[in-house]
């Protein structure tokens, strides 16, 4: 080894440190912005259709129920949001949900292991965006999604197929960054 | 020995058996035929409980978890293989779900990283060896010479000791 080599090896922990430093700031930086969710799974169901199912409605919510059958010939891609009354990051979604419902989306709701009547309270306290509402008390129907945790929502198009999952609360960051232009592009 | 100490040595001999850390503690969980039971524990160990992410949904308190180990067992006691099981969780839950991931093109990488890394070690210590062939050292110069003779020394010594 030359001695010019050698003390450019001398500098390899230093360049190696640096990179690692780098690749952490990166990861730290993706957390922060919502790029990247050290959590985050893909749904095995993309590209393929919803489960079927069969769900009672949340009575007295004054919306009809979702069923599989509203679920294929759509005029325009839905949301299926999984959610409950008990989960925090919910309630931090809900203002996106309410504004997509305002902006004629359709929201379509399971409520997730929930009391019906706490179900109920939340929707008087912060407002209902669901067009449909079913619940999912023993939560088997949320299995055969794919659900891992509350809130999720799965992005359907005209014909019914799952084209994206988010796991967590849609921020207004995430509705204008993601879910917006994937309404535009599944709307045709 | 007096009674009273024979049973508090056997009270703390008991304390530190092992005790066995699944989460199913709930025996209404537990399928009726101990055989039955056995392969929805096997199997439930190789099955990732997705809210933990880094235990198995036999060993994890998670709701979602409990409920899984509920499927897993509705669906041997239904006669399903443990093939069919684990599809099922597969199919809805993805190679994630599986705390032994399948061979596939997607995870090639994954299997291959030992393989990758001994490989690499291997052609390290190689390299390494190759290089530490001793180089037999330049023969001296005529100055060198003349002046190991001014100093009563052979000619061709010392060069390498150094």
Same mark, same amino acid.
């Given at each position: ?13 230093? =360049? +190696? ?7 952490? *700031? ?9 790029? *990247? ?8 169901? +993309?590209?393929?259709? =919803? &489960? ?16 599989? =059958?509203?679920?294929?010939? +759509? ?13 925090? &990051?919910?309630?931090?979604?809900? /203002? ?15 409520? *997730?292991?929930?009391? &019906? ?33 509350? /809130? ?22 995430? +509705?204008?960054?993601?879910?917006? &232009? ?7 | 020995?007096?009674?009273?100490? #024979?049973?508090? #040595?056997?009270? #703390?001999?008991?304390?530190? $058996? ?28 190789? %099955? ?8 198995? %949904? ?57 393989? %990758? ?6 052609? #390290? ?10 180089? $037999? ?26």
């Amino acid at each position: 080894m030359t001695p010019a080599s050698r003390r450019a090896l001398l500098f390899a922990p230093f =360049a +190696l440190a640096a990179a690692g430093g780098l690749g952490f *700031y990166a990861v730290l930086r993706g957390m922060r912005t919502g790029e *990247y969710n050290p959590r985050g799974v893909p749904s095995a169901l +993309l590209g393929r259709r =919803a &489960p079927d199912f069969i769900l009672p409605p949340l009575e007295e919510s004054g919306v009809p129920p979702v069923t599989s =059958a509203d679920l294929a010939n +759509l005029p325009g891609p839905v949301l299926v949001n999984f959610w409950a009354s008990w989960c925090v &990051p919910c309630i931090i979604e809900h /203002p996106q949900l309410m504004r997509l419902s305002r902006e004629g989306v359709p929201v379509f709701g399971i409520a *997730y292991k929930d009391r &019906p009547e706490d179900s109920r309270r939340f929707l008087r306290q912060h407002g209902n965006p669901f067009a449909r509402l079913s619940r999912d008390e023993p939560g088997r129907v949320a299995i055969d999604w794919g659900v891992y945790g509350v /809130p999720e929502t799965y992005l359907l198009d005209r014909q019914g197929i799952i084209r994206w999952r988010y796991a967590g609360p849609i921020t207004s960051d995430t +509705l204008q960054a993601d879910l917006r &232009p994937l309404l535009r592009r599944y709307a045709g | 020995m007096r009674p009273a100490f #024979l049973r508090r #040595l056997v009270l #703390l001999l008991a304390l530190l $058996a092992p005790l066995p850390t699944l989460a199913v503690s709930n025996p209404a969980e537990m399928l009726s035929d101990p055989a039955q039971e056995e392969r929805a524990r096997a199997l439930g160990r190789e %099955i990732r409980c997705m809210v933990c992410q880094n235990q198995s %949904i036999e060993d994890s308190e998670a709701e979602l978890a409990r409920d899984l180990r509920l499927v897993v067992r509705e669906r041997i006691a239904a006669g399903a293989t443990d093939e069919q099981v684990r599809d099922f969780l597969h199919a809805r839950y993805g190679d994630f779900v599986l705390l032994k991931p399948p061979f596939a093109w997607s995870t090639a990488l994954l299997w291959a990283t030992p393989l %990758i890394a001994m490989l690499a070690g291997l052609g #390290l210590i190689l390299g390494l060896r190759r290089r530490a062939v001793p180089v $037999a050292p330049a023969p001296l110069t005529e100055e060198e010479r003349a002046r190991l003779a001014a100093l009563g020394l052979p000619p061709e010594q010392g060069g390498t000791s150094a």
